[in-house]
């Protein structure tokens, strides 16, 4: 399967479609040339709650991580009482192998302003905030350019097209983080943004009740957001016609995967970047077409699907179909961003479990034992295993450790240990010989006998 034509990179030029030495910065004239806005113009003929009703019925999915219906998420606000409501944009773009947002914000920042202006309009939020990772300056900038834009024609601010929200003219500010990968984590995102340390919240309440400063407030990606503005324009059953339906005979609380999807690849592949596809493409076509075969003509040997929590995917699964059920179908955690790190025959799964133990490590923002400790505890076991000195029971200990890391509800805050159990879990399973022949027999010394010599 493949898009017919591109729709989140219609401006960006892409493969198949377009040589990406041709992308330039998309401004509000060349938006607006481009058919840019248009959804906007029809939201705002519209009554707000038809604007929620027609993206809950599109089954737009999240594109941050989880997978969360959009419309869902909007449809769950109290009812306005006149104080402020909020959006935050997550544009934290932290975990390991994503790279996706930052190609829409270089590029085509009005893609997502439209939707951001349309979410608030629908969702009647005042104030949104752009929350962009620390380390994306330039991407801040290209922001902050764009957003000067729309305030000049009327998107936001005095007069905004989109009128007054809550008896306030709608303010849209991009805020930037200071790097950390927990601020990615929303309820942490929201930390961040009130001027606090980025802890995520125990959850309930959600954000949609009580989120920044206090208020309802609506979190979505950026991806997410600049999906909204062609929904809008184009309808439900357009974004229907791309991606895979749920199975049959699945009841309608199963969420489907409709629409296109950016899969940002790295790794050993020919070509790397983001491309756009609908939801269901295999990892295979991915490799083979649009990223030009494995580098050198080396034999594929493991995937990561979506970014580093969501584990990876074995020699065997080179076929999987990426879509949002891919952690049921093939043993991982899920599609998460649809950051793909493709390995070839000659990586080190060792080197690579322990580097990533080492991040989840040093990013976990210590408030739950099991996170703090374990996630230290897994990756000095893994540098040992790597240099020879590990033992078979390290690696019994490691999968008990890993598996029961987030695993029960209730005992981790946030989805952080859920991300280091899954990755760590997933590799040694699927990549076991490959740690059973770097580690010791373990020779067992019974306490009492020790206790005597
Ligand atoms: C540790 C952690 C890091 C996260 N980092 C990001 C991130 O960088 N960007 C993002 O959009 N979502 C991230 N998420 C998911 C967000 O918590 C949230 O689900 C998402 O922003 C909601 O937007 P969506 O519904 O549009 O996907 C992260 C979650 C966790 C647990
Ligand atoms: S799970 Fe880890 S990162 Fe998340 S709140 Fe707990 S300690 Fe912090």
Redesign the pocket.
Known sequence: MSLEAPVLLQRIPTPPWGDPRDRKLVGIDAYFDSGGYEGLKKAIGTEPSEIVDLVKSSELRGRGGAGFPAGMKWSFLPPEDGNPRYLAVNCDESEPGTFKDRLLTDYDPHLILEGIAICMYACRLDTAYFYIRGEYHQQARTMEFALQEAYEHRIFGEKALIGEINGRSPQCYVHRGAGAY?CGEETGLLESLEGKRG??RIKPPFPAVAGAFGRPTIINNVETLAMVGPIVERGASWFKSMGVARPEGAPPTVPASYGPKLYGISGHVNRPGVYEDQLGVRLSELIEGLCGGMLGGKRFKAAVPGGISMGVLGTDQYDAVLDFDVGKKYGCLGLGTAGVIVMDEDTDMVSVARNIARFFSHE?????TP??EGSGWIYKMLCRIEAGDGTTRDLDLLLELAGSMGAMPGT???G??DGTNWAIRTIVNKFWSEFEARVQKQRYVSLALAGDR
């Open positions: 927990i802890w995520p976990s923002c210590g408030q739950c996170c703090r981790t805050i946030c952080l240990a």
